[in-house]
T-cell receptor, first 115, second 114 residues
């Protein structure tokens, strides 16, 4: 089974600054999707950003961008101009494009935004 | 905006009891999932459901667990004879396509087994 590793259980960032959350994964497949989900306290997980493995260009959604390094199997999330509302648990997730339809999640990174 | 809803938000039960967790997926979605998250651990896949049958399940999803879509709108997870280690947050999710489609999650049902 694929594994997703988030090596930073907790991170903090000053408001308006930039923070990068790390994620690595292990797979033998060449075609897959990667996701970052945000889970605010007592709320459901919502999609932040998605990357297709066949695309070389890094995905960007407003203040959120990824650094996708396919050879290194790395998929980090950069949050620019951090806001108080960005405080949440962030999960990295992997989904095969070919085999099965389940998501594999990392253990999450808890992000604190300091005013 | 359509969303996945789950009930109850929190359930406390005695070990050995049966629990049913309910979910209402987004109405035009075809794929349904249950995940669980034990406190402090990763979100784990339990089961996926499509076309009124299980399409995939994990090793966790043994005979103790079952899922059902009884009426075309609800999607339930039944846990028989609950154990202490079943205490977790259970998330329902749905999607309208597989592959790169995102999952839409509910807020979760926290199960506490005493």
């Amino acid at each position: 089974a694929q594994t997703v590793t988030q090596s930073q259980p907790e991170m903090s960032v000053q408001e308006a600054e930039t923070v990068t959350l790390s994620c690595t994964y292990d797979t033998s497949e060449s075609d897959y999707y990667l996701f970052w989900y945000k889970q605010p306290p007592s709320r459901q997980m919502i999609l932040v950003i998605r990357q297709e493995a066949y695309k070389q260009q890094n995905a960007t959604e407003n203040r959120f961008s990824v650094n996708f390094q396919k050879a290194a199997k790395s998929f980090s999330l950069k949050i620019s101009d951090s806001q108080l509302g960005d405080a949440a648990m962030y999960f990295c997730a992997y989904r095969s494009a070919n085999t099965g339809n389940q998501f594999y999640f990392g253990t999450g990174t808890s992000l604190t935004v300091i005013p | 905006e359509p969303e996945v809803t789950q009930t109850p938000s929190h359930q406390v039960t005695q070990m050995g009891q049966e629990v049913i967790l309910r979910c209402v997926p987004i109405s035009n979605h075809l794929y349904f999932y249950w995940y669980r998250q034990i406190l402090g651990q990763k979100v784990e896949f339990l089961v996926s459901f499509y076309n009124n049958e299980i399409s995939e399940k994990s090793e966790i999803f043994d005979d103790q667990f079952s899922v059902e879509r009884p009426d075309g709108s609800n999607f339930t997870l039944k846990i028989r004879s609950t154990k202490l280690e079943d205490s977790a947050m259970y998330f329902c999710a749905s999607s309208n396509i597989i592959g790169g489609g995102e999952l839409f999650f509910g807020e979760g049902s926290r199960l506490t087994v005493l």
